[in-house]
């Protein structure tokens, strides 16, 4: 079936550094990314929808200078948290949905960001 | 904007019985409906589809749709231990290739 790789599964970083997620779909070629957040006992929030070749669309609230979306190809897409604060510590996932009908979605293994 | 409700639970059933999980959604234009089974630490897995009303069985699970009424349901029968987990119900927010709208999701709780 699709899979979409994400990486790094964890990570810790210090305040005011910058992470950086990668999201690559392995079997199919993904045009559109979608980047969700999941703050601990709360359901996936879509922070925003990356297209491939163009600037992502992103949800309100969410701000575009701190969470940069990268979608240069069709299966890779990148999200990076610029100068991280604590209170960005969350588990971020990316999701795509393989084209041919009315596939589910096919989500990444996430990425749990701990803000130090 | 187009939402998904879910009982948050914890939803708790006895090893064996069947579980019953409900979400209702706010878009009477809504075609499609997925249950995905979220472990904690873990990211979400699809276990059903459904786009048509009525029944769809697949193992030991059963989604239900009921379109007049706004209302998709998860069956999960001879519920094991392993099963416990957050089921999240999730529509497309359109048609296309548009994101999922996830419900809060419910928690369940097999006892063995």
């Known amino acids: 079936g699709a899979v979409v790789s994400q990486h790094p599964s964890w990570v810790i970083c210090k305040s005011g550094t910058s992470v950086k997620i990668e999201c690559r779909s392995l079997d199919f070629q993904a045009t559109t990314m979608f980047w969700y957040r999941q703050f601990p006992k709360q359901s996936l929030m879509l922070m925003a929808t990356?297209?491939?070749?163009?600037?992502?669309?992103?949800e309100q609230g969410v701000e575009k200078d701190k969470f940069l979306i990268n979608h240069a190809s069709l299966t890779l897409s990148t999200l990076t948290v610029t100068s991280a604060h604590p209170e960005d510590s969350s588990f971020y996932i990316c999701?795509?949905?393989?084209?041919?009908?009315?596939?589910?979605?096919?989500f990444g293994s996430g990425t749990r960001l701990t803000v130090v | 904007q187009k939402e998904v409700e879910q009982n948050s639970g914890p939803l708790s059933v006895p090893e064996g019985a069947i579980a019953s999980l409900n979400c209702t959604y706010s878009?009477?234009?809504?075609?499609?409906f997925f249950w995905y089974r979220q472990y904690s630490g873990k990211s979400p897995e699809l276990i059903m589809s459904?786009?048509?009303?009525g029944d769809k069985e697949d193992g030991r699970f059963t989604a239900q749709l009921n379109k007049a009424s706004q209302y998709v349901s998860l069956l999960i029968r001879d519920s094991q231990p392993s099963d416990s987990a957050t089921y999240l119900c999730?529509?497309?927010?359109?048609?296309?290739?548009?994101?999922?709208?996830f419900g809060k999701g419910t928690r369940l709780s097999v006892i063995a």
């Open positions: 878009d009477r234009g809504s075609q499609s």
């Open positions: 459904i786009y048509s009303n």
């Open positions: 999730a529509v497309p927010r359109n048609s296309g290739n548009t994101p999922l709208v």
């Open positions: 990356s297209n491939e070749g163009s600037k992502a669309t992103y």
């Open positions: 999701s795509a949905r393989p084209t041919g009908g009315r596939n589910g979605y096919t």
